[in-house]
């Protein structure tokens, strides 16, 4: 690795920097793949033709831009990627409006190692109305460790956060019984 003046502004840069980290002029825009980082980082991004109030149907994203090199954030109703935005989103860093599912995910309904609900968070973290996990935070919080108005943990027990976990578990078990007697099960 040698040190190489950028032809924009002059200053000394790695010969295998991408950009000049000071005036962003790209370095080897002609032939970015033969850049041994960027040799590892492919990238892969598809969108659906559909769309809907601007944004893909379906927008899956992962890696790098092959051009660029800049990581690729999924945008799209349905959102799948390493970084993701959507209604329904799918990713190890994501928003979502209505849904997440991923590893640190912020959203509505969050399902998530992270997970930073608003109505529902589901978790190792949670946070939400009902938050559930080892360590969580809301209204009504089953855990581990929790904090909240009603809480069911290892050191409190609370009767209204009992009632509300056993009643939200039969509903559940009632839901599932009904989609597998519509499924013909």
């Not at 991408?18 to 370095?27: E, K, Q, V």
């Not at 040799?39 to 092959?66: D, M, T, V, Y």
């Not at 849904?99 to 997970?115: E, N």
């Not at 050191?155 to 009632?163: Q, Y």
């Amino acid at each position: 690795m040698a040190l190489i003046a950028c032809p924009e502004c002059g200053g000394s840069i790695s010969d295998q920097a991408l950009s000049c980290p000071r005036c962003g002029h790209p370095i080897k825009k002609d032939d970015a793949m033969a850049h041994p980082y960027m040799r590892q980082w492919r990238g892969f991004e598809w969108r659906s033709k559909s769309e809907l109030f601007g944004l893909p149907l379906i927008h899956i994203a992962f890696g790098r831009n092959k051009k660029t090199g800049r990581l690729l954030v999924a945008k799209g109703i349905i959102a799948i990627g390493q970084f993701a935005i959507g209604l329904v989103t799918f990713a190890q860093f994501g928003i979502g409006i209505a849904f997440g599912f991923g590893q640190f995910i912020a959203s509505t309904v969050a399902i998530a190692q992270f997970a930073l609900g608003i109505y529902f968070g589901l978790g190792q973290f949670a946070t939400g109305i009902t938050a559930i996990g080892q360590f969580a935070f809301g209204r009504y919080v089953l855990a581990q460790a929790g904090y909240g108005e009603h809480v069911w943990s290892v050191k409190a027990r609370d009767p209204e956060a009992v009632e509300y976990f056993h009643s939200l578990w039969e509903a559940t078990k009632f839901n599932f019984q009904r989609i597998k007697n519509m499924m013909g099960g």
